[in-house]
């Protein structure tokens, strides 16, 4: 289907056509507009930047603790913790200021576009970030805890318990008895140690500070296990956001397969006919975004089939006729006015 097939179709306002000069400041304006709208973002980004490595982070101490493994995370760099902040910052600001990015770029490229196409753009836009909310919270709650589970599970048969031996306590010995509590004693005491079975840590009362508060240290307790699992900061959260970009990809199945059908190159006949190759896909897919343990494979290529058929189903529903049908055939007031000419400093 060309353009002048179109129905509803509406020329570009050749009244507003600008030179390649006027493009470029157009350009350099949208750029500039875009980068002063996200500086407040990371700034604030910044601010949060700890409690939001905390909520990263937790799910693998929740996993961890499970597992019998000690829950703190190693940072073996002096600028470490602080290099993964200012990382987590940067990837939320883009995340956060994605729609005010989308936006300038959608006043420069507009312009140029048939209302049709500018009515399938604002359709599709919004779409596409719900899509990518709902893989960020996918992500989160479902597949990192069986992810985590299966790596620190994993890594914990790999060597095995080690040997437990017993031997009769030798004449004279006493060994002391340290109470195991759920929460830490109220009050509590300098000298005093308890074993705390909740955070799993072996706990110590050294002091009081000035204004009055326990003073505690701590040892983490493990299970007798040949391999310790200690995960570095920097590493774990590169993990955990190079895995929300390749679900955030991923998500956006439905978006593809709309586009694929309101352009004309598949047909949703012909999409359903090949059911059995997407099903192939999103399994290829699973395979390739977690690991190769058939529980978190399936937990992502079923949803990723759900995905392609609610493309289909919302293809079938909203055809590209339908979506542009009530266009008005004259010229688009919009194309006039809102989307041109804004070249100027």
């Not at 040997?163 to 030798?170: F, G």
């Not at 074993?195 to 706990?203: F, G, S, V, W, Y």
Request: aromatic share 8%; charged share 15%.
């Amino acid at each position: 289907m060309t353009p002048s097939q179109i129905p509803g179709r509406v020329e570009p306002n050749h009244h507003a056509i600008m030179s390649l000069g006027d493009h470029l400041e157009d350009l350099r304006r949208r750029i500039i507009l875009a980068l002063l709208g996200i500086i407040p973002i990371f700034i604030v980004a910044f601010a949060m930047g700890q409690p939001l490595l905390k909520l990263l982070i937790d799910p693998a101490r929740r996993q961890l603790k499970q597992g019998g493994q000690a829950t703190t995370l190693l940072a073996t760099a002096p600028f470490e913790t602080f290099g993964t902040v200012v990382h987590l910052a940067v990837v939320v600001t883009v995340l956060v200021g994605a729609p005010w990015i989308l936006y300038q770029l959608w006043k420069f490229i507009s312009p140029g576009l048939y209302a049709h196409e500018r009515r399938v753009v604002r359709l599709l836009i919004p779409f596409s970030g719900v899509l990518t909310i709902l893989s960020m919270l996918f992500l989160y709650f479902v597949i990192l805890p069986v992810i985590l589970a299966f790596f620190i599970g994993f890594g914990a048969n790999v060597a095995g318990s080690l040997d437990q031996q017993t031997a009769p306590v030798p004449e004279g010995i006493v060994i002391p008895m340290v109470p195991v509590l759920s929460a830490d004693p109220d009050p509590m005491e300098p000298g005093m140690t308890w074993i705390n079975d909740t955070l799993m840590q072996q706990r110590y009362c050294v002091g009081l500070k000035d204004d009055g508060t326990p003073l505690i240290r701590s040892v983490q307790l493990t299970t007798d296990q040949g391999i310790v699992q200690q995960y570095k900061i920097s590493e774990y959260i590169r993990t955990v956001l190079n895995m929300g970009l390749a679900f955030a990809i991923a998500f956006q199945t439905p978006v593809v397969v709309i586009m694929l059908g309101w352009v004309g190159i598949l047909d949703p006949g012909t999409m359903t006919k090949y059911r059995r190759h997407a099903i192939a896909a999103c399994s290829i897919a699973g395979a390739l975004l977690t690991p190769a343990d058939p529980l978190s494979m399936i937990l992502l290529a079923v949803p990723l089939y759900l995905l392609y058929e609610l493309g289909l189903f919302v293809l079938r529903v909203f055809p590209l006729s339908r979506v542009i049908g009530d266009l008005n055939v004259e010229q688009d007031p919009s194309a006039t006015t809102d989307d041109h000419h804004e070249a100027g400093p």
